[in-house]
């Protein structure tokens, strides 16, 4: 059983900084991860995914200021998000997609919250 848990959010002021970390126990032997996000009424959209070959996508509106990394020794992905905005704002959940099982696992998710 694949277990994620995210840490990292918090509230920071229009224009800073902030780390996402995710931790993932009984990752799978092929595995794509990412983070995605969700406001308050939306739907939940995909941040940033790493496929299990390595190639990366990030949505358009946060290309330029996110950049997520993965470090497979540790089971862990991170986000690392410059320059955040108010329209940042959302609980960010992290994603690990097991290729095997056609299966999604996800974490509890963390709050962000930018103020302007």
């Known amino acids: 059983q694949v277990q994620v848990v995210e840490s990292g959010g918090g509230l920071v002021q229009s224009g800073g900084s902030l780390r996402l970390s995710c931790a993932a126990s009984?990752?799978?032997?092929?595995?794509?991860v990412g983070w995605y996000r969700q406001a308050p009424g939306k739907q939940r959209d995909l941040v940033a995914r790493?496929?299990?070959?390595?190639?990366?996508n990030y949505a358009d509106s946060v290309k330029g200021r996110f950049t997520i990394s993965r470090d497979n020794a540790k089971n862990t992905v991170s986000l690392q998000m410059n320059s955040l905005k108010p329209e940042d704002t959302a609980v960010y959940y992290c994603?690990?997609?097991?290729?095997?099982?056609?299966?999604?696992?996800w974490g509890q998710g963390t709050q962000v919250t930018v103020s302007s």
């Open positions: 994603n690990v997609f097991d290729f095997a099982r056609h299966r999604d696992y």
């Open positions: 009984g990752m799978p032997s092929i595995a794509a």
């Open positions: 790493i496929s299990p070959g390595g190639s990366i």
